[in-house]
């Protein structure tokens, strides 16, 4: 497992009530960071998801910093290999050896690599500023991973965007996600409503 730092100190916090950019709970109520847009795609199949991918990284200035998210190892590689020359990406996960981890990671800070694309385990405790958007290329495995990913941008007072790419498999986390979204003030697109109708996690008040 690569050792890119922890999501905790070593010791205890003096202060353990300190607001967090990641995020926090209000009345046991997980909430995202406000300075957060999030953008939802709902989408059907992979090659949508991979349209989508490459009009959101051509949209954005050259080099700006970004975190693309999969849920496998495989995944990863396979976006990293055809993403990485053109858009200047590269891949972490834990089948890396820690010295290829280790150059990613530099290169991502450095700009060289202005995209990384990461498993959760391998970005775990990753604290790189100056990351402009994120993006969920697979939903998480809940809500609240979802919430500590999209934390890697609008840190410290900045803005940020994150993007999620929703597609039917994911429905049982739709009407978490609605709920999430309105605490935090974003937009919830009607198709995300009707996910939720599926997923049967209800929409918070917004489905039918």
């Excluded at 994120?134 to 991973?145: K, L, M, Q, S």
């Excluded at 999430?180 to 209800?202: F, H, I, K, S």
Aim: glycine share 12%.
């Amino acid at each position: 497992m690569g050792r890119e730092g922890r999501d905790a100190p070593a010791r205890p916090a003096p202060t353990p009530s300190r607001p967090s950019s990641l995020l926090s709970q209000v009345a046991d109520r997980l909430v995202a960071n406000k300075s957060i847009t999030q953008h939802i795609d709902v989408m059907q199949n992979s090659y949508e998801k991979q349209a989508r991918l490459r009009t959101i990284l051509t949209s954005k200035p050259p080099g700006t910093r970004m975190i693309i998210f999969c849920s496998t190892k495989r995944m990863c590689d396979q976006l990293a290999m055809g993403l990485g020359r053109e858009f200047r990406a590269a891949a972490i996960h834990g089948d890396k050896r820690q010295q290829e981890r280790d150059w990613v990671l530099a290169s991502f800070k450095s700009g060289q690599c202005p995209i990384m694309i990461a498993t959760d385990v391998a970005a775990r405790g990753l604290d790189v500023p100056n990351v402009g958007a994120v993006i969920n290329y697979d939903f998480p495995n809940g809500v609240e991973d979802y919430v500590h990913r999209i934390g890697r941008t609008g840190r410290a007072g900045a803005t940020g965007e994150s993007y999620c790419f929703f597609t039917p498999g994911d429905a049982k986390y739709a009407g978490p996600l609605i709920r999430l979204l309105r605490e935090a003030g974003q937009d919830v697109p009607p198709a995300l409503e009707q996910a939720a109708t599926y997923g049967g996690g209800g929409g918070g008040g917004g489905g039918r």
